[in-house]
């Protein structure tokens, strides 16, 4: 039986609205389209008398809050708090087979930027809020709606600026769900619905080599491009020790139930090239990575310069900070330093609770055959904003995905889309979600 049939009628819909808002985020460049976005939702949430707060860190950078708490709902439980961003990274029309910012609905999807990330879970958040408004259907318990501005920078103007500046509309909520988690990975007969419980820190950094400017003909020993070349080159081709985290071996536990065979956590990238381009995401929660993105040095050939800069995309594992920091100042050396551009917390929570029961639950009354297990990602999320608060996060963004469908690898890439029916399908579990969380 269909609980929310308006809901599952209109989440294509509206997750194509969403969609057609251009809200490219070029991080330190600035973005567009977020305070559209924010007017969009705040919209469809006053149509059936939810009103929102909207705030800005800076001109048009808009992000939402509402509080959703009808007649009916339990006010003696804390809020729980589902989150959701509307910026997106941008998008080369060029490269795609539709218009990245048109919301096209073609062969059965959604297509366009943010279609995965994160505007499928947005729409599933409006569709099912909104019918159950109309039909006064209150949740469990008080819920605090929160649509954030620059999640695809870091957070630094949308939940992180929201912790630092208004912890008041968040400090409350006890636990979140939010985005990356709940989606289906089918392993031979098995459907695992991976939940998020953990990700990793981040750690941008730039290196930094200062030597002795000079005329490219001379012989010098003190050049700063060869300095930062041996560090870049140290950085780049370290192989990080294997560090298992809880909710990797539980994660891999489930893997070898469900294809038979064991997992060497040493190589596990061999074994889980089986699951498609998973088997990177599960690689890289498996030490803490490193990887040179960006070198500048020098403006002319004859010029030796007396500066060279890379940077670094670091991330760590929960409780391997400090190795990270301690293993990239060894490898540089002494002739080259570090600056964190940019450094945000690792998000853990444990497999166990009243929530992850429910989560649990509500998959398995869409499906029957579920097998919710828990991960750890390799990226970041607004998590990382509200776990600062003291809020458990986790990812559970459900969607019952076709076996055929690499979902991971339309994260940020080309072509991204996602099934009607997955959208659909997180209609349904969200909504026996409420009444249980």
Request: charged share 25%.
């Amino acid at each position: 039986m269909n609980s929310v049939p308006a809901a599952t009628e209109e989440v294509a819909s509206l997750c194509s609205d969403l969609i057609r808002f251009d809200t490219s985020n070029f991080g330190p460049a600035g973005s567009k389209g977020e305070r559209e976005a924010a007017e969009y939702v705040a919209a469809r949430l006053d149509e059936v008398g939810i009103s929102s707060t909207l705030l800005e860190s800076a001109p048009r950078r808009t992000s939402l809050v509402a509080e959703w708490a009808p007649e009916g709902c339990d006010t003696s439980l804390p809020p729980l708090l589902i989150h959701g961003h509307t910026d997106v990274v941008p998008a080369v029309a060029s490269d795609w087979q539709v218009d990245p910012f048109a919301g096209e609905i073609v062969d059965g999807h959604v297509w366009g930027r943010g279609a995965v990330d994160m505007k499928d879970f947005d729409a599933i958040i409006l569709a099912v809020v909104r019918e159950r408004m109309r039909a006064g259907r209150a949740p469990r318990r008080p819920v605090r709606l929160v649509f954030t501005a620059d999640e695809e920078a870091g957070g630094p103007l949308g939940a992180t600026w929201l912790a630092n500046t208004h912890p008041e509309l968040v400090a409350d909520c006890s636990e979140a769900i939010g985005e990356v988690g709940g989606f289906s990975l089918s392993v031979n007969d098995k459907r695992l619905y991976l939940i998020q419980t953990a990700e990793k820190g981040l750690a941008w950094l730039d290196l930094i080599a200062d030597g002795t400017a000079g005329h490219g003909s001379m012989r010098n020993d003190d050049n700063a491009i060869t300095s930062l070349a041996q560090a870049v080159s140290a950085v780049g081709s370290y192989t990080w020790p294997v560090r298992l985290h809880p909710a990797q071996r539980q994660f891999l536990d489930a893997v070898e139930d469900a294809l038979g065979v064991e997992v060497n956590a040493g190589d596990a990238e061999t074994t889980l090239a089986r699951l498609g381009s998973i088997a990177r995401m599960v690689g890289a929660t498996m030490s803490n990575t490193a990887n040179p993105t960006m070198l500048e040095a020098g403006y002319k050939h004859n010029v030796i310069p007396g500066r060279a800069t890379a940077g670094i995309d670091g991330r760590f594992l929960p409780g391997y900070e400090q190795e990270f920091y301690d293993t990239v100042s060894r490898l540089i050396g002494d002739r080259v330093r570090y600056e964190v551009s940019i450094s945000e917390v690792a998000v853990e929570t444990t497999f166990d609770g009243d929530l992850v029961d429910a989560m649990s639950a509500s998959l398995r009354t869409q499906d029957p055959d579920a097998v919710p297990v828990p991960f750890i990602m390799s990226g970041g999320t607004d998590a990382k904003a509200w776990s600062r608060l003291g809020v458990r996060c986790f990812g559970f963004a459900p969607l019952r995905l076709p076996p055929e469908l690499d979902f991971v690898a339309l994260f940020h890439g080309i072509d991204e889309r996602v099934p009607v029916e997955s959208l659909q399908f997180g209609c349904r579990v969200l909504d026996d979600f409420l009444d249980r969380a």
